[in-house]
């Protein structure tokens, strides 16, 4: 019997009350880019009645969560990332009103609603840095961000040689009250987003506020922007290295990874447990999250965020920039797992998200290139490898995320004209591509209409003229497409007690090229080579990801693809 085989779960048996609670250890949680999902009154941009009009068929596809991408209120310098008030809804995106029916929708229909939290930095136009910058020098507002003199004679150079990760200096100068050149603030991203002194006092209040302010909206977790980055190095020292975006996620930097960053999660930690008091045996509700977005060296280092005492789940970065190689994918898959048990935390799992080029597009170019990628690649083999590669993801233990729109089998647009572009990364002159907009084209509902179903008045970032046939309503019902696949997926994860929780797999021999493991009675095998393979049959074929030939006791698997058995242990 397989090592994992004891953590069956919780929906798939009469579970107890501390399985219930601990609905996130297997859950299968689906992103929502809230511009870019479904448009309700045609003015082009995605919103929150858009999203509740849809969470049926979030529903129906299978996913237990929905995470929901930034809708605060917003400049929208950086697609709300720059948040000026974060207890309010962007009129682009509608009203409170709206976030609480929403919530209480996606609860009758059994969803989990999950959202996003800004907490390294403000927009430019939140009321503190405004008065900040209207108060002037020794102003303490200016506290609760990193305001600097600058170097040089007349203080005209940067206060440290940090690089912004959308390029350029991470430092921007003030033009003071009196229209004298001033101090100079801090903005990891872009300068219309500067970062939060953590060190402040004010400021950990202030945000364990608005963490209360949405939980009694009802919200079930937060997923926490750049959870890496709140501490800063002491003395914001030099990092000495020019280029310093080619160290990130190689080296700990002195404004990334810190340590001090586990003390706030504790804090944290508690609100959220006060949510659920009482010991599981005694009932109450179920747990509300955090998520991290913690870009780290190491899964070591991730394992860091999700302690007991801590957070409860880490996007798996390691994951998803792992090439579609069996070796490289099953050394990932066992540094994540062995990182992850000793706390006590689920692994997770994703394969595309709003800021990286999706699977189906990485997958159709030749390896090497990164996480953003300009061009199109071989689309047919792309395909089929990021739906073999979402079955081996869906096969492995713990929590899985889906992007909006990979269920559709979607490819990144790789040819959007200069004009129509947003990502602010894409008008900085150095650092990111900017291509991120590729990832962000509002997803096709009909094969007809105003943008393809999004809504009655196009949509903020044009849409292929080939996307019809990938609509929602061309794949529903069709044997074989990417979306049946997806709903069949996640139909299987919810029947086979062998899916889901755990903490481990036991790896089965295979030819070279091809991973094949066992959880309890159920074996997953994914050939990640260009030519068929024979293996095993290791029992009834639950579903693949292409044609799978059985002769006897043998199995032909084709090239770059995924198949789930359930047979004998």
Known sequence: MSQQHSAAPARHRAATVADRREWWRDAVIYQVYPRSFADSNGDGMGDLEGVRSRLPYLRDLGVDAVWLSPFYASPQADAGYDVADYRAVDPVFGSLLDADALIRDAHELGLRIIVDLVPNHSSDQHEWFRRALAEGPGSPLRERYHFRPGKGKNGELPPNDWESIFGGPAWTRVTEPDGSPGEWYLHLFA????????????????????????????????????AHG???????????????????????????????????YRQWRRILDEYHPGPAEQGGPPQRIFVAEAWTPTVERTANYVRPDELHQAFNFQYLSTEWDASRLREVIDRTLDAMRPVGAPATWVLSNHDVTRHATRFANPPGLGTQIRTAGDRALGLRRARAATLLMLALPGSAYLYQGEELGLPDVVDLPDEVR????????????????????????????????????????????????????????????????????????????????????????????????????????????????????????????????????????????????????
């Open 422 to 569: 947003q990502d602010p990364a894409y008008f900085r002159g150095a650092g990111q591509d900017g291509f991120r907009d590729g990832c962000r084209v509002p997803i096709p509902w009909t094969r007809t209409g105003s943008s393809y179903g999004f809504g009655s008045g196009g949509s903020w970032l044009p849409q292929p003229d080939d996307w019809a046939e990938l609509s929602v309503e061309a794949q529903t019902g069709v044997p074989g497409s990417t979306l049946e696949l997806y709903r069949a997926a996640l139909r299987v994860r919810r029947a086979q007690p062998d899916l889901g929780a755990g903490d481990a797999v036991q790896w089965l021999r295979a030819p070279e090229g091809v991973l094949a493991f066992r959880r309890g009675a159920f074996v997953c095998v994914t050939n990640t080579t260009g030519e068929p393979v024979t293996t095993p049959a290791y029992g009834r074929v639950l579903l693949s990801s292409g044609e799978v030939a059985e002769t006897g006791s043998g199995a032909t698997v084709p090239a770059d693809t995924t198949v789930w058995w359930s047979g004998a242990v």
């Open 230 to 264: 709140l501490v800063k190095a002491a003395g914001l020292p030099d990092l000495g290295a020019h280029d310093q975006l080619r160290l990130l996620g190689n080296d700990v930097m002195p404004f990334f990874d810190q340590d001090g960053v586990h003390e706030i």
């Open 191 to 226: 300068p219309e987003q500067p970062d939060f002194n953590w060190e402040h006092p004010a400021v950990g209040d202030e945000f364990r506020s608005i963490l209360r302010f949405w939980l009694d909206m009802g919200v079930d977790g937060f997923r926490i922007d750049v």
